[in-house]
């Protein structure tokens, strides 16, 4: 069943719909890492005609979308995601200080958000969200970032740094910029394009989770990346599928193994556009939240559930008392039924 590119898609359908994949490839230039900076490098940007272009196959299900279990390269990414932290390449200033160096670049990029349905993203180093940004308090980060998209782009850091740092300045296509501060406060912080309209650079796909540790190290733990997001699958100022690390569900289908007894720490981040909050809801557990987690020391809330706004974000420090599947997912039902659902599987 051929979509109407003149007929938006509404959310339901996508709900009820399988996906078949795309019709045709939307041009883009896979950079490898080695030419990132290389000048001659470029993406193209045909993704105007994206509506008319989404071809999803009616699959009606008598409970709504079926995922599967099928693993796909989209699969693959948000499950990656959730353990890859991006240290940078380390070294020493002559003043004592540890240096990270990171390279990230801005594409234009086709990425697949469920089985079959592809999405013409912009996006940091060819992921949605991008690479999750490691460093401790006081670690000089220092970014080299080159515009490979056809559009300008830069990244804003949250957190602590100099105004001339603050990624407000457009980097144009095929330039460069390095963004270097001190890393401050420790905690949990976000990172993300600051180019009008933000709305639009923001939804696209330019957007990841930057963590600065304490000096003093938390307490040991299996810990987890994830980010929030939506998709606006026919440009409408509304979003279809909702996911956490940009695939729909993603851990339904392949539930997050965890240990009874073990601590689990989930870094969380809101990067959701045209909503105004999404949330985060346990079942059959609670868990510790740590709002930002500047403070390693600060007192937590105790829940089963939490909201954040857009580009809000916290830690969670969650035990699983025995075996078995935990649901977790947004609160907000639409958003559960669109994709945003998962499961920790807690073994003994």
């Known amino acids: 069943?051929?979509?109407?590119?003149?007929?938006?898609?509404?959310?339901?359908?996508?709900?009820?719909w399988g996906a078949a994949g795309a019709i045709g490839v939307l041009g883009t230039t896979v950079l490898n890492p080695a030419s990132w900076f290389s000048k001659s490098a470029s993406a193209a940007d045909n993704h105007s005609g994206h509506s008319a272009k989404q071809k999803l196959e009616h699959e009606l299900m008598a409970h709504g979308y079926q995922p599967g279990t099928e693993l796909t390269n989209g699969l693959k990414e948000a499950i990656k995601a959730l353990t890859a932290f991006n240290y940078g390449t380390v070294s020493t200033r002559a003043d004592g200080k540890t240096v990270r160096d990171y390279e990230m670049i801005a594409m234009d990029t086709e990425v697949e958000i469920?089985?079959?349905?592809?999405?013409?993203?912009?996006?940091?180093?060819?992921?949605?969200?991008?690479?999750?940004?490691?460093?401790?308090?006081?670690?000089?980060?220092?970014?080299?970032?080159?515009?490979?998209?056809t559009h300008p782009h830069s990244i804003h850091?949250?957190?602590?740094?100099?105004?001339?740092?603050d990624g407000l300045e457009p980097v144009a296509s095929g330039e460069e910029f390095i963004?270097?501060?001190?890393?401050?406060?420790?905690?949990?912080?976000v990172y993300h394009c600051h180019i009008p309209p933000l709305a639009k650079h923001i939804h696209k796909g330019?957007?990841?989770?930057?963590?600065i540790d304490p000096k003093i190290p938390r307490k040991p733990a299996h810990e987890l990346n994830m980010v929030?997001?939506?998709?606006d699958l026919d440009l409408d100022g509304a979003n279809e599928v909702y996911t956490v690390n940009g695939y729909a569900f993603a851990f339904q289908a392949y539930p997050i193994e965890v240990k009874v007894g073990e601590l689990v720490r989930?870094?969380?981040?809101?990067l959701t556009e045209f909503d105004l909050i999404n949330s985060f809801h346990l079942h059959a557990n609670i868990f510790k939240y740590y709002e930002v987690g500047a403070d390693p020391d600060a007192r937590p809330i105790v829940t089963d559930t939490i909201m954040q706004c857009q580009g809000q974000r916290g830690i969670l420090?969650?035990?699983?008392?025995?075996?078995?599947?935990?649901?977790?997912?947004?609160?907000?039902?639409?958003?559960?039924?669109?994709?945003?659902?998962?499961?920790f599987e807690a073994k003994a």
């Not at 850091?157 to 740092?165: E, T």
């Not at 929030?228 to 998709?231: A, H, I, L, S």
């Not at 989930?266 to 809101?270: D, I, T």
């Not at 075996?323 to 669109?338: C, I, N």
């Open 206 to 211: 330019l957007y990841g989770n930057f963590i």
């Open 266 to 270: 989930v870094y969380l981040s809101n």
């Open 114 to 149: 469920a089985k079959g349905i592809k999405f013409p993203g912009w996006s940091y180093n060819g992921t949605i969200p991008g690479p999750t940004i490691r460093c401790t308090e006081g670690d000089i980060v220092r970014v080299r970032f080159w515009n490979g998209s």
């Open 179 to 189: 963004y270097e501060f001190e890393a401050k406060p420790a905690g949990m912080h």
């Open 317 to 343: 420090e969650i035990v699983f008392p025995e075996p078995g599947k935990y649901m977790f997912h947004a609160h907000q039902s639409e958003f559960a039924e669109l994709g945003w659902m998962g499961f």
């Open 1 to 16: 069943m051929a979509i109407d590119p003149k007929k938006p898609v509404s959310r339901r359908q996508v709900l009820k």
């Open 228 to 231: 929030m997001n939506g998709y």
């Open 157 to 165: 850091f949250h957190g602590i740094h100099s105004p001339k740092m």
